[in-house]
């Protein structure tokens, strides 16, 4: 499926639920991509995960924002890759350092630099004590088996709309 049908399908997923996140935010090795970076070379071409692109791309068109939450120590590789699949742009945030901590470092940067609560967002990782410490805070978070797919999204908006409950119909932005 190109990246085209994939933005399709999930703008239709999206459409499907009244309330929206206002930002999505991604893990970067194997849940954007299948491998970690800090085991690659720079000068290495990188590839997505098939439906990340379009997922990507139909967050951008419904008006929700981006943002990468990555524990990678070897930040200069990861934005290299970033730079060369042309998408390093659509983030409104990138914390890319390694930490002791679960990554909720990670997002009280991306709370103070997008003012966005926590309890407007979606995060989507491939590990289980990202997840655990993250959505402690109040994030919707996702744990990704083969990277992130539409299959994730749908289960992350799903699961995004019961607990912003019926009482917050609130417009995102
Ligand atoms: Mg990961």
Redesign the pocket.
């Given at each position: 499926m190109g990246d085209e049908k994939v933005k399709m399908e999930a703008m239709e997923i999206m459409a499907m639920f009244e309330v929206l996140p206002r930002l999505v935010v991604f893990?970067?090795?194997?849940?954007l991509w299948p491998f970690y970076c800090e085991c690659r070379s720079k000068r290495e071409m990188p590839s997505l995960y098939p439906h990340a692109k379009g997922i990507l791309y139909a967050c951008k068109d419904k008006g929700i924002d981006v943002a990468i939450a990555s524990r990678s120590p070897t930040v200069d590789i990861a934005k290299t890759f970033l730079d060369k699949l042309d998408i390093r742009s659509m983030f409104v945030a990138l914390e890319i350092f390694s930490s002791w901590t679960h990554k909720t470092e990670h997002f009280q940067r991306i709370n103070w630099r997008t003012g966005v609560p926590y309890n407007s967002m979606i995060f989507f990782?491939?590990?289980d004590r990202n997840i655990e410490a993250v959505s402690k805070m109040g994030v919707t978070s996702i744990l990704v088996g083969n990277g992130v797919t539409l299959g994730a999204l749908r289960q992350g908006l799903m699961k995004f709309s019961q607990s912003s409950g019926s009482s917050s119909k609130s417009k995102k932005k």
């Open positions: 893990d970067l090795d194997y849940t990782d491939d590990e």
